[in-house]
């Protein structure tokens, strides 16, 4: 969930007006996957009207809305056939507008994974769909204590790579080992 209070503290880390930064954050909660749809509509005519003036879109979480939406098998092709179309709305928005999009995405356990012996039998949901529609792959996960782990495992121009950081009140911050 967004948190103003998390971007405050962000914005005193690095000197800057926590009012002026909230100011420039638009918020929105999609509350099916339908609407969700339409708030990228309303993202996209905002995004016209002030040409230039954004510069980043996150969707956290781009799959929850049509988990619930789309439960079971039987859902799966139409849900996923939704999911591509939401993805090409993003990547049409990403090239007219030039923004980057961040999306975020859930995992689930992978029953048939013990059966290869993966060593983490987690998997990202949303299949291929979104495996092919994202350029730049992370995967984040707890390390020891505070730390974090964050690796790149799909990227058309960075090797695989795994580095550390953590969270602390300022946002994120970079581990020594």
Known sequence: TFR????????????LDPSVVLDN????????????MEL?????ARFAEEPGTFKLLVVDSIISMF??????RGELSERQQRLNAMMA???????E?????????????????????VPDP??????HVLAHA?????????????QRIVKIYDSPDMPEAESAYALCDGGIIDCKD
């Open 4 to 15: 103003p209070e998390r971007i405050q503290a962000i914005a005193e880390r690095f000197d």
């Open 25 to 36: 954050i638009i918020f929105a909660r999609a509350y099916n996957s339908e609407h969700q």
């Open 40 to 44: 990228l509509l309303q993202v996209a």
């Open 67 to 72: 988990r619930t939406d789309y439960s079971g």
């Open 89 to 95: 709305r993003l990547s049409r928005i990403a090239e």
């Open 97 to 117: 507008f030039n923004v980057a999009v961040y999306i975020t995405n859930q995992i689930q356990a992978d029953p048939g994974a013990g059966l290869t012996f």
């Open 122 to 127: 987690k998997k990202p949901v949303g299949g």
């Open 134 to 146: 994202s350029t730049t792959r992370l995967s984040l996960r707890k390390g020891r204590g505070e």
